[in-house]
């Protein structure tokens, strides 16, 4: 949290001083009536004191004044707010095994018709792009508003051999910096796929990003139903995103347990990978959804609809901390009026 007129702050220090002031007179009052001869006498002519609740409102009101003072020096916090602006892009596994049967018609029908539903759904200020991938990753469509080209891009994808779920990533990431003006080549997130590899580098990122903190307006839904198997790691390029403050959402379609595919008269075996999947989501404060049928792949995507697209303001809360004070001072009125029939 940040002010506007920080240097307002310095009036607080009234809080602490006329609470000091208050316990004086408190002490000075109970000073004054030892002086009475019987003490008794004096408790039987007023009967029962306030007690404690003679102190409430005062402290009500100390409260009030402690907000106000907040208050005054006006202060600015960042608050995440649902946009109607943004980029979002769709990377689509297309490898072999998405022609499995096991979501009806089979995966990469139910997933097409699911990014399409979420397309339409999209407002008309939101850029969408379309990313494909098996050995390689490739950018099918541009982030664009026309989602018209989303969906007949969509519509295009067709089935290639294994997964390359880094290079989906590094792509994802190239087009929305592309999008937003970035640099030349070397400044892409690609471009350290040119760079001299370690390979005793650890395969994990060294970044995590932190919840709540500035975030990009703009993020990718990463769908796949198996395991990564080529270069590079995904977990070892994350930190192109978290650094760039770009969310990773991604979409595990079919079962951990795997299916059995007939591929070219050979029968092999897929298996999702959740736990990377999970980790991608969790470094990059998205968060990962598993479907298992085609009921939950829709329903994936409308849970999407309603968060994917958010964007950082900075807004000033003094109209807040001056409510607050309003309402402690008021029922520090109440409470006088109601106990003392006047106001402290």
């Known amino acids: ?21 208050y316990i004086w007179s408190q002490r000075r009052r109970r000073k004054y009536a030892l002086r009475y001869a019987s003490l008794s006498l004096v408790k039987e002519a007023l009967g029962r004191g306030p007690g404690i609740r003679r102190h409430i409102p005062p402290a009500l009101y100390l409260i009030a004044l402690s907000f106000m003072l907040f208050a005054l020096a006006r202060p600015i916090t960042v608050v995440r707010v649902p946009s109607q602006e943004g980029t979002v892009i769709l990377a689509i596994d297309v490898s072999m095994s998405m022609r499995a049967t096991d979501i009806k018609p089979d995966r990469i029908t139910a997933a097409k018709d699911a990014a399409k539903a979420f397309v339409l759904k999209q ?11 098996a050995s390689d990753a490739s950018l099918v469509q541009p982030p664009t508003l026309d989602h018209d080209l989303v969906i007949a891009a969509i519509d295009r994808l067709r089935l290639q051999r294994a997964t390359a779920i880094g290079r ?31 390979p005793n580098a650890p395969q994990t990122p060294t970044k995590t990003a932190v919840p709540g903190a500035a975030k990009a307006s703009a993020s990718v839904i990463l769908l796949t139903d198996g395991q990564n198997n080529q270069f590079p790691p995904p977990l070892a390029i994350l930190d192109q995103a978290i650094s760039r403050g770009i969310r ?5 379609v079919g079962t951990p347990a795997g299916a059995v595919l007939s591929l070219e008269g050979r029968s092999i075996r897929t298996a999702l990978d959740e736990t990377t999947l999970k980790q ?15 009921a939950d792949l829709k329903k994936v995507y409308e849970n999407l609809t309603t968060e994917i697209v958010f964007r950082n303001q900075k807004t000033e809360v003094t109209v807040f901390f001056t409510l607050v004070a309003a309402m402690f001072s008021i029922v520090a009125s109440a409470f006088s009026l109601l106990w003392f029939n006047r106001l402290p």
């Not at 003006?181 to 400044?187: A, I, L, M, P, V």
């Open 280 to 294: 991608i989501a969790e470094d990059t404060d998205a968060e990962y959804f598993l479907a298992t049928s085609e």
């Open 123 to 133: 407002s008309e200020n939101v850029k969408i792009g379309v990313v494909s991938f």
């Open 248 to 252: 990773i959402y991604t979409v595990g």
């Open 1 to 21: 949290m940040t002010f506007l007129w920080p240097t307002s702050l310095f009036f607080l220090i009234a809080v602490p001083v006329l609470l000091a002031l």
């Open 168 to 198: 989906a990533i590094l792509t994802s990431l190239d087009a929305i910096v592309e999008d937003q003006g970035g640099g030349g080549e070397t400044d892409l997130p690609s471009a350290i796929l040119t760079q001299p590899q370690n």
